[in-house]
C-alpha cells in the first residue's frame, strides 16, 4: 500500500478525541482543529465503529486485511498455474509458454488451434505494410505431444 496522506498517529488521536467527547463534537469543527479533511475524519470514525462492533455497514480493519492476503495468495497461485483471468500467459514477446497453454487447454476441455501471426513491417513513414500480415500455422513442438 502507498504512503498515507496523514500519520496513524494522529489518525488514533482524532478518534480517540471524537469518541471520549461528550456531547460528540462537530465533525466538521474537529476536522478543522486537527488539520485534516472532514470526509476523513468521518471515515476514520465509522472504521473505528466497524471495529468496535458498533456497526456492521462496512468490514472490520482485520477482514479488510484479511482479505487483501487472501487477494494477493489468489493472484499468486494464478500466477503459478499459468492462467490468469481465463487467458494464457505468454513470455517473451508472442511465444507461448507450453505448460501454460496445455494447462490451459487441460483445464478447459478443448483443443486449441495454435497461429502465429507475422507482425506487419514498420514503414520509413511509421505506418504498416498491410499485406506482409499472414497467419501461418505453427509445428506441434515435439515436447507437446
Given at each position: 500500500?502507498?504512503?498515507?496522506k496523514?500519520?496513524?498517529?494522529?489518525r488514533e488521536r482524532?478518534?480517540r478525541?471524537?469518541r471520549e467527547?461528550d456531547p460528540?463534537?462537530v465533525?466538521?469543527?474537529?476536522?478543522?482543529?486537527?488539520?485534516?479533511?472532514?470526509e476523513?475524519?468521518r471515515?476514520?470514525i465509522r472504521?473505528a465503529e466497524a471495529?468496535?462492533g458498533?456497526?456492521?455497514d462496512r468490514?472490520?480493519?482485520?477482514?479488510?486485511?484479511e482479505?487483501r492476503?487472501?487477494?494477493k495468495?489468489?493472484?499468486?497461485?494464478r500466477r503459478?498455474?499459468?492462467v490468469a483471468?481465463?487467458?494464457?500467459i505468454?513470455?517473451?514477446?508472442?511465444r507461448?509458454?507450453?505448460?501454460?497453454?496445455?494447462?490451459?487447454v487441460d483445464?478447459?476441455?478443448?483443443?486449441?488451434?495454435l497461429?502465429?501471426r507475422?507482425r506487419?513491417?514498420?514503414t520509413?513513414?511509421g505506418?504498416?505494410d498491410?499485406p506482409?500480415r499472414?497467419?501461418?500455422?505453427?509445428?506441434?513442438?515435439?515436447?507437446?505431444?
Amino acid at each position: 500500500m502507498g504512503t498515507r496522506k496523514y500519520p496513524v498517529e494522529l489518525r488514533e488521536r482524532a478518534v480517540r478525541l471524537y469518541r471520549e467527547s461528550d456531547p460528540k463534537p462537530v465533525i466538521r469543527r474537529l476536522a478543522e482543529q486537527l488539520n485534516v479533511h472532514p470526509e476523513a475524519l468521518r471515515n476514520w470514525i465509522r472504521q473505528a465503529e466497524a471495529d468496535a462492533g458498533e456497526r456492521d455497514d462496512r468490514p472490520t480493519t482485520a477482514m479488510i486485511e484479511e482479505n487483501r492476503c487472501l487477494a494477493k495468495e489468489n493472484a499468486e497461485l494464478r500466477r503459478q498455474r499459468g492462467v490468469a483471468g481465463g487467458q494464457r500467459i505468454f513470455r517473451g514477446r508472442d511465444r507461448p509458454d507450453p505448460e501454460a497453454v496445455m494447462s490451459f487447454v487441460d483445464a478447459h476441455d478443448f483443443s486449441v488451434d495454435l497461429v502465429m501471426r507475422v507482425r506487419p513491417r514498420l514503414t520509413t513513414t511509421g505506418g504498416c505494410d498491410a499485406p506482409t500480415r499472414a497467419r501461418v500455422p505453427v509445428r506441434t513442438p515435439s515436447c507437446w505431444a
